[in-house]
């Protein structure tokens, strides 16, 4: 059975959420371009020396090849425990090292900046969701688009992460219930996440080169912008780590399991204040 084989075997047999299973057959294609398609079993250590080579003379990032070694690796993993391969994990210690993560984040002028700016009428809508998104606390693109009439009650926001399906509830300040509304988010009318989401951030580019940005203007930005703003009024980084995608989530899970909706409302409250220059 061959890498994509076994994959599809997986989604048969198993429940994987969906972004898991579109991680590993993104991975799975890069490396069967690198080094052709073979049987899972058939794996060795210079497969995976060629493939590393190979992913070094990409156009991506050290982080991106860091990720496809490690979808890799659980493929393989999971391939072992199922079918008690003997031969040495021929990813164990083949790894590229990940890169420092350039810092994103608006601080309080520019987004001071960002909200006075004269624009035109897709980047006004750009911006917007740029703002919504820090509001909702660094909510995800897919988990953003992904909102229902039914996750909004009165003042009160209730959905489950794609990503990790954890349960998120937050109190929803006025400012971010407007542009709910305004946006189509609030009625699930704003669907086609990949078109919708790829316009947003390719007018975010365009204002984040108007405003002289050292890097590019994304919605991945607003989630760092939220996060450090949050670390500046004082939240415990355990809060903040999973929107972050800090790798200890075991003591972030224990943390925020812990802490009750109503201590981060009250910050989020204060952040928005900071940020917005409500306060």
């Known amino acids: 059975m061959d890498i994509a084989e076994y994959i599809s075997h997986l989604a ?47 156009p991506i990032t050290a982080n991106t090849a860091n990720a496809y070694m490690r979808q890799m690796r659980s493929i393989y ?13 021929p990813f164990r210690h083949a790894m590229i090292s990940p890169e420092e993560t350039v810092k994103r984040a608006l601080g309080e002028l520019q987004m001071q900046q960002l909200r006075t ?11 917007d969701v740029f703002m919504l998104t820090v509001m909702l606390r660094g909510i995800s693109p897919c988990d953003l688009w992904a909102l229902r009439a039914r996750d909004i009650r009165g003042d009160s926001l209730t ?24 946006l189509g988010f609030a009625d699930g009318t704003a669907r086609n996440f990949r ?17 002289g940005l050292p890097f590019g203007l994304s919605l991945y930005c607003a989630r760092h912008t939220w996060a450090t703003a949050a670390q500046r009024a004082g939240v415990p980084l355990s809060m903040i780590s999973q929107s972050m995608g800090h790798a200890d989530q ?14 981060m409302d009250r910050w989020g409250r204060e952040i928005i204040d900071t940020l917005f220059g409500t306060g």
């Open 77 to 89: 993993n999971k391939a072992v425990e199922e079918y008690s391969l003997e031969r040495p994990n």
């Open 250 to 263: 075991k003591t972030t899970q224990i943390y925020l399991a812990g802490l009750e909706t109503p201590v």
């Open 159 to 182: 959905y489950r992460r794609a990503k990790t399906g954890r349960l998120i509830q937050m109190r929803l300040e006025p400012e971010a219930i407007s542009l709910l509304t305004r």
């Open 117 to 127: 700016m004269d624009l035109t009428r897709r980047e006004r809508h750009a911006r």
């Open 12 to 58: 048969e047999e198993r429940t994987f959420r969906p972004n898991t299973l579109l991680n590993w057959r993104v991975a799975a294609r890069n490396f069967m371009r690198a080094v052709g398609r073979m049987e899972i079993s058939d794996i060795d250590r210079q497969t995976v020396r060629r493939w590393v080579e190979a992913l070094r003379g990409q």
């Open 195 to 211: 078109n919708e989401c790829h316009s947003v951030n390719d007018q975010l580019r365009k204002i984040g080169r108007k405003m």
